[in-house]
């Protein structure tokens, strides 16, 4: 299982590939073993590997994201075709979410990442923008910045109001740690007001049309309203637990959920409503909306379409099968089997193909799911996901199922491989370095479009965390399920207030030199001896008399780890390769082209480089 607590060493600074923080035991690996490996091992190995290329793509430390001011996300380190070298709310909330959960687990190292953040993002609110400006609260709808924390100005799909419900609830997760480890006064004097001015905008803005998240269609967007009730309910509880207060989130709430209600059709949730976009509405949108608005203390109620209710159960399948058909990847692939799934089956952008994230959505859903059922000690079979479960017991009928019972067993047996099936599906698809892109091909599943898709590591640390049955706070569901008896349209007119967070939160002092740990994979033999050569002084300018050896003191049949530690300036672009010496002295060097690595240039006093022998 991912254990996210073993990588607090972890360096927030690093290149890619194949750098991971130093843990007791690492998994070897290569690509024979990943051919026949099993998904424990994948998912073992692609931790380290999504928590590291998610961190690489933030500024201001971050390897992929140079130039890019500290605590802003960068979607991806792609500036062409897709140009993704922006910061977005919504990626960059739900990046951090991942993150504030990941530290509240035990990830203590991330504490200055997120602080990081919150400062960017008070800077940020501020920015007048084309949405607007924070007078009338506008410009908290903004969907993008520059990488600089400046305003962008072209033309865009704006407003896009679920960056500010999103944002709000990622620092609402962290105010909760602070506030229970004593720290209540922060929450207070630095974050509230952050956040105050987030709930004050989806008060006074859900009740009008946002562009969705996916940036293309001006209406009603079910993950929209999802999260906005959602932060609307945890926004009153924070205030209250220290002594301010959130009218708007009272009075807005219940009409939001009520709002919610139109998206359900009877058998499916509409991803996007008041529009017309010619679409069939299928979206995994709504899969997102469900697991970002998960609670686990909640029943499987339908009105917050939680991960377990009938509706979003029924919405799984009628979503992920709109795909069994468009996808080259996926024919043959029986109904209640995992398959590649994308955004919504008309997509056609950037070649409308499979998305990591979406796929990962659904396994995320089906965990969160089994969780609910476990709680709750039962799950029920109605006419609306009848259908759901017929994929897993052709035979089964309505009827609710105790834990104890076969069907009980039988019916979450079936599902958890099921959602094991959307991982392995990611398994297959993940290319062998483990990089995550933003689609993968819907004819041979290569990868596709914007490369190492922020959003696609994140989504793959909050789906392996729900399977390791790591699981978010409550937002407070229970007691805000009641939908009211009539909708109305309505809004609450908030004041909002520049942040008055005016330095960063945890300045951090950058390092002149780096202790850099080359570690390599490669199993030997007695006798046998690795060398590191390279193209600067400290690795001996490539001459193979001046190459520095390798300590084998950590070597394990598992991992067949050879490794020294250098130090060398920050900023420093090398080349270099590992040599194997024979005892009679010979020397060969690794096949392929030269290595290359920088070192990092931040606040990292060590970074470890993982490769393995080629
Ligand atoms: C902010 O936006 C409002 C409404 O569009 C406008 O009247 C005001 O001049 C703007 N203020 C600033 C400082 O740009
Ligand atoms: C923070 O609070 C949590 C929850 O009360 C507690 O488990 C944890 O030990 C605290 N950690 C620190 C560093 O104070
Ligand atoms: C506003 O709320 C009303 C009542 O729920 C609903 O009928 C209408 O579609 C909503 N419009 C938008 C744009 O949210
Ligand atoms: C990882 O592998 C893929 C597929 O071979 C390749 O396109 C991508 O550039 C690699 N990424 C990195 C960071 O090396």
Known sequence: MLSLHLFIHLAATANFVAQFPLVDSFPFYNNEERATGSLASFLTFEGPIALQGLLNNIGSGGALAPGVEAGLVIASPSKANPDYFYSWTRDSALTFKALVDAFIAGNFGLQPEIQNYIYAQAQLQAVSNPSGNLSNGAGLGEPK?????????GAWGRPQRDGPALRATTFIAYSRWLIANGSTSTVTSVIWPIISNDLKYVA?????TTFDLWEETDGSSFFTTAIQHRTLVEGNTLAEQIGQTCPGCVSQAPQVLCFLQSYWNGHYVLANINENNGRSSKDVNTILGSIHTFDPAAGCDDTTFQPCSQRALANHK??????????????????GSAVAVGRYPEDVYQGGNPWYLATLAAAEQLYDALYQWNKIGSLSVTAINQAFFKDFMPSVTVGTYASSSSTYTTLTTAIKTYADGY????????????SLAEQFSRKNG???????LT??????LTAAARRSG???ASWGEPTASAVPSACSATSAQ???AAPTATAPLSPCTTVSSVAVTFNVAEITTFGETILLAGSISQLGSWNTANAIPLSATDYQSAYPRWYVTVSLPAGTTLQYKFVKEESSGGTTYEDGANREFTVPTGCAATVQVHDVWQ
């Open 423 to 434: 991982m392995g599906i990611i398994e297959t698809y993940t290319p062998s370095n483990g």
């Open 318 to 335: 009628v979503t992920t099968d709109s795909f069994r058909t468009v996808f080259a990847i996926n024919s043959g692939i029986a109904e």
């Open 494 to 496: 908030g004041s909002y």
């Open 145 to 153: 910045f520059e990488v600089d924390g400046t305003a962008f100005t």
């Open 470 to 472: 790591q699981m978010p």
């Open 446 to 452: 290569t990868p596709l479009s914007a490369v190492q």
């Open 455 to 460: 959003w696609s590591f994140a989504s793959f």
């Open 204 to 208: 006074q803005y859900w009740n009008q």
